[in-house]
């Protein structure tokens, strides 16, 4: 008799909690701050700073458009995804990005001199760490360069990549 009076309860309880999440209002994300990004969404050929085409990557708004959603890849098999979200509660962008390699980026920031700048640690093989950081400008020509810098063994700084984003041109 007890473990039925428990699985009602609980049925009570769950079906409490699902009604009241499908009632309730979707958060906003029209804010100034939510939108910092949005020059980055849309269809791109990437190319590196010699000219040289170093793939595509398709950032789109997701979820109510409070998520951007990146899908990278090149002409070889490498390829890469990240959420991107702005954490209103903490006034930071977050973006976790990960890719073929198994590479795992946890990064954070915002909009600093017009630009967005996302920083963060990982971890190199055989202990220590790295940190990273990237960098996203909207160009007044509407190309986006992106600069992504990592640390060496020493914490100096140093380009991983730096390449540019032009719209692909439409089909």
Known sequence: MKSNRTAALLALCVGTVAAGLA????????????????????DWQVHTTNGKLAGTNTITRAHNGC??????????AYTGES???????????????????????????????????LEGKGHVAGGGSISHRITWT???DGSVRQHWESTDASGKWATAFDGKYTRKPPQ
């Open 23 to 42: 009632t309730a209002q979707p958060a906003s994300c029209d804010s100034a701050a939510h939108r910092a990004f949005d020059f980055w969404v849309g």
């Open 67 to 76: 998520v951007l959603r990146e899908n990278y890849r090149t002409p070889g």
């Open 83 to 117: 959420i991107n979200i702005y954490d209103a509660s903490r006034k930071v962008w977050h973006q976790t990005w990960a890719d073929s390699t198994g590479l795992l980026l946890l990064l954070e920031g915002g909009i600093k001199d017009g630009s967005m700048v």
């Open 138 to 140: 909207a160009n007044a």
